[in-house]
């Protein structure tokens, strides 16, 4: 099938482009951008008024396959995926058993390829079992189609294997992914340190419990010349140092999740495990400084941290509940309210942080628009109003702060591979 796209606002931040226009797309290539175009196609879109960016790029996700399927499968997880405008996801480890092997890559990898409607990378655990005892088999993950390493659940305390594994990582031209908490400061922890965590008698995190691991991470990846990428910062600490290890010239990147620049500590009025997320929900004045750094270019990515869970570890307390809430779903939608159309980001930003600099991050060739690139795309109706309804999602999981919550910007297309593989109805 081939597709003609008519009339939308092409945002391609690989060739900085932001113009109204037209693409044809056929054997899962774009053949053509131009303005214009008289082609016939199968199915002609009609996207005026819309953003048509090239498929979104989701480097922080959650699957729970293998071990937990009740709360997310490949299938489920990359089914959501594709409603919330992405084309490519990078998945996370910390699966039960862990996967910290070539064989379980390999599970992964080919249980995708037979249900997932979208690109489904792997990132492979950096020590054995994430006991933090034992360095990987990272070569053999590498071979087995691993596109990056990360041990996010937690940090590699043992800087003696961390340090190993990043010259690992270097040799191989992976990147670390590096969730970063020190251990014994995060303590059994819930919410952010502050006045609302004792007026609500919970134990808190510090900031410096993710301020001295950034810090830490950087001058590893610097001695060993490991690209590293920092997932979800919450902190102000963790900006200042990531813009100061730019300006030193170091090769390192960061991230924001929606949840992030979206709330803060003082939206917690009870305690509702739906509020309960590692990094925890920070200050105003970390809120400002995320979205300060995603203006001037210190964050570079947009991700979700998408962390579906079933109903019965998202009850009670937040002192017991698990971490986590979904994204896959809402993460368009809240950067369009909260970013885009509050003229924090262009739209061109927009693509630039949730496709461009993620396919940069993962080192593949996406996140462009170009003729003869990959026909991923993404269509976004940024004048459609609605409220976010958990009921709506197709991700097991329901864990979200955001139901009910007023919002500008749907998803209307997802294309993969040259295939419509999510069309909003
Ligand atoms: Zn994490």
Redesign the pocket.
């Known amino acids: 099938m081939d597709i003609l796209i008519k009339n939308g606002r092409i945002l391609d931040p690989s060739l900085q482009k932001d113009e109204i226009g037209d693409l044809y797309i056929k054997d899962g290539k774009i053949q053509k951008a131009e303005k214009g175009l008289e082609t016939k196609a199968d199915r002609v879109i009609d996207a005026d008024g819309c953003f048509v960016m090239p498929g979104l790029i989701d480097i922080?996700v959650h699957l729970r396959d293998p071990g937990q399927e009740y709360k997310e499968t490949i299938e489920s997880g990359s089914a959501a995926a594709a409603k919330g405008g992405f084309t490519t996801i990078v998945a996370?480890p910390n699966t039960v058993p862990v996967i910290d092997n070539k064989d379980r890559v390999s599970y992964v990898k080919n249980k995708a390829e037979m249900v997932s409607p979208i690109h489904v990378i792997q990132s492979g655990a950096i020590t054995v079992g994430q006991k933090d005892q034992e360095i990987t088999d990272i070569e053999g993950m590498v071979q087995a189609g691993a596109g990056a390493l990360s041990e996010?659940?937690k940090s590699v305390m043992n800087m003696k294997i961390y340090r190993e594994a990043m010259k690992e990582a270097a040799r191989l031209n992976v990147p670390v992914l590096a969730?970063c908490?020190d251990k014994s400061l995060a303590g059994g922890g819930c919410m952010n340190e502050d006045e609302k965590a004792k007026e609500l008698n919970l134990p808190g995190i510090c900031n410096a419990t993710e301020d001295a691991i950034i810090a830490r991470d950087i001058i590893l990846a610097h001695d060993t010349g490991a690209r590293l990428h920092l997932?979800?910062c919450s902190t102000k600490g963790s900006v200042e140092i990531l813009r100061q290890a730019k300006q030193a010239g170091y090769d390192v990147t960061g991230e924001v999740c929606p949840h992030h620049f979206t709330l803060t500590t003082d939206d917690i009025s009870t305690d509702n495990p739906n509020y309960k997320m590692?990094?925890p929900l920070r200050s105003e004045e970390d809120k400002k400084a995320l979205i300060e750094g995603l203006k001037d270019g210190t964050m570079d990515v947009i991700s979700t941290?998408h962390a579906p869970h079933g109903a019965k570890e998202k009850q009670g307390s937040m002192r017991n509940a698990a971490f986590g809430i979904v994204g896959l779903e809402t993460s368009v939608a809240l950067t369009m309210t909260e970013l885009v159309e509050k003229g924090i980001l262009t739209p061109l930003q927009m693509a630039e942080k949730m496709s461009y600099n993620p396919a940069k991050v993962l080192g593949i060739s996406k996140g462009t628009l170009q003729e003869g690139a990959d026909a991923d795309v993404t269509i976004i109706d940024p004048k459609a109003s609605y409220k976010i309804d958990k009921g709506t999602f197709v991700s097991k999981g329901r864990n979200t702060p955001f139901d009910g919550k007023k919002v500008k910007g749907r998803v209307i297309f997802t294309i993969c591979d040259g295939n419509i593989v999510y069309e909003y109805k």
């Open positions: 922080h996370m996010d659940g969730h908490e997932c979800h590692n990094p941290d």
